[in-house]
């Protein structure tokens, strides 16, 4: 089957694990959105690997990486990447780069930082240029992956690409950014990237035709998608499963299954509102069980119960058909578990998610308590180990959302993963 995986929280949710479990059942993985600002954190050979930009397939020789045209490349960052993962042995023979993947330019970066210093409302970008970077694509001016193949083209393309930022930043009372170094830099990346490059889009088309098992690999999650998130508390790209098919050039006949990924808990980076988020001693005690530090910045993320209202509408969004849960050991040994199960505000109590974040910050959630359990939940791999009191807001969880559980993660490993219904 054909398998979509979305995060369905604020990013950060776990995907990578996921994948990384998920992945070896499929013939092809390919990234469809997003640029290095995602951080999946995979553990490979007892190593902690961050990738960025690289599919989580890379550790299967046999399975096609795919980073697709809808993803915004910084290519300087994923050469550094593969060098690193081939530091690990792996060879990465199987990555295809999309030549019509947008590039992520100094400009972007340069702005990036400029804009977020100069909002009246911060929005905690990671400042890695990636919404300048896709505000070029739908201002028609992007330059792509392609253009570093040729060396000519692609100086000239950035010249012009030069005088207008560069009119840009000079308005903020910012210096010039130089094309040189920064041109001869891309374009040997780019040389680096060529027998990587190609049509992405006809590759994933003929693996379609040859009936080939594709899995769909999302970054972000749910809540952060330029339409459907916490607006303007988002990223800036679809990603929700609309992304899939606008990031890959495939049909919606392409997907047979959609996977969700949750956290047993809930976590945010950056600003926006966040009605469930924990402060003082509790929130700083969820933060340091569950290791809630941003594998792309080191940023400490913020920590609060599982919004079931929010989940709810990830799901309903995405038409979810099976929950990946993740990190439910970091809940071991708590008294109590709660869940917000509804929203009160000036207009009444309300189970329906408001996207943007002027109503969603004057909302108070409305919780359910869970009793809490003393089991490690580490060492267990059937769902029959797990204690009464765990398998009580498992079912909840699916009751409420209208998806089944089909996977737990009980630890960081591969192996601690509990298949519920593979079904």
Not at 43 to 51: C, E, P
Not at 58 to 66: K, S, T
Request: proline residues 4%; hydrophobic residues 40%.
């Amino acid at each position: 089957m054909n398998t979509v995986v979305l995060g369905l929280q604020w990013g950060d949710e776990g995907k990578g694990k996921a994948i990384d479990y998920l992945a070896g059942g499929f013939d092809v993985v390919a990234r469809f959105q997003g640029g290095h600002n995602a951080g999946h954190t995979v553990y490979y050979r007892g190593q902690k690997v961050v990738l960025h930009l690289l599919p989580s397939g890379i550790f299967y020789p046999d399975c096609l990486a795919v980073i697709a045209h809808g993803v915004v490349v910084q290519p300087l960052q994923l050469v550094e990447e593969i060098r690193n993962a081939r530091a690990l042995g792996l060879r990465l023979d199987n990555l295809v780069l999309s030549a019509n993947a947008p590039l992520i330019l100094p400009f972007h970066q340069r702005l990036d930082v400029v804009f977020e210093d100069s909002r009246y409302q911060r929005i905690g970008t990671t400042r890695r240029g990636i919404g300048p970077a896709y505000e070029d694509v739908v201002g028609r001016r992007a330059l792509f992956v392609g253009d570093l193949l040729d060396e000519q083209g692609f100086r000239s393309k950035i010249a012009v690409l030069a005088e207008y930022y560069n009119r840009l930043l000079a308005a903020w009372g910012q210096p010039a950014e130089a094309v040189e170094p920064a041109a001869s830099a891309y374009l040997e990346a780019g040389e680096f990237l060529r027998p990587m490059v190609g049509d992405s889009g006809a590759r994933l088309r003929r693996a379609l035709r040859e009936g080939k098992k594709i899995l769909f690999e999302g970054a972000q999650g749910t809540l952060l998608d330029i339409h459907l998130g916490t607006y303007p508390f988002v990223t800036s790209s679809n990603t929700t499963i609309a992304g899939v098919f606008s990031g890959t050039g495939l049909s919606p006949r392409a997907v047979d299954r959609v996977i969700g990924i949750s956290k047993a808990y809930a976590t945010r980076v950056g600003e926006g509102p966040f009605p469930s988020e924990l402060g003082g001693k509790e929130g700083e005690r969820l933060r340091e069980l569950g290791n809630e530090y941003g594998a792309t910045t080191g940023r400490p993320r913020r920590v609060g119960w599982l919004d079931l209202v929010a989940l709810r509408h990830a799901v309903q969004v995405n038409g979810v058909d099976s929950l990946f849960l993740t990190k439910l050991d970091v809940l071991d040994g708590l008294d109590e578990v709660r869940a917000a199960v509804a929203y009160e505000s000036g207009g009444g109590r309300s189970e329906d998610f408001p996207c943007l974040a002027g109503a969603l910050a004057g909302v108070r959630p409305v919780y359910r308590s869970f009793p809490g359990w003393k089991t490690e939940l580490g060492g267990l791999r059937r769902i029959a180990e797990l204690p009464g009191a765990a398998r009580a807001y498992l079912d909840f969880i699916a009751e409420y959302t209208g998806a089944r559980i089909g996977h737990l993660s009980v630890g960081t490993e591969r192996e601690q993963t509990i298949a519920v219904d593979l079904k």
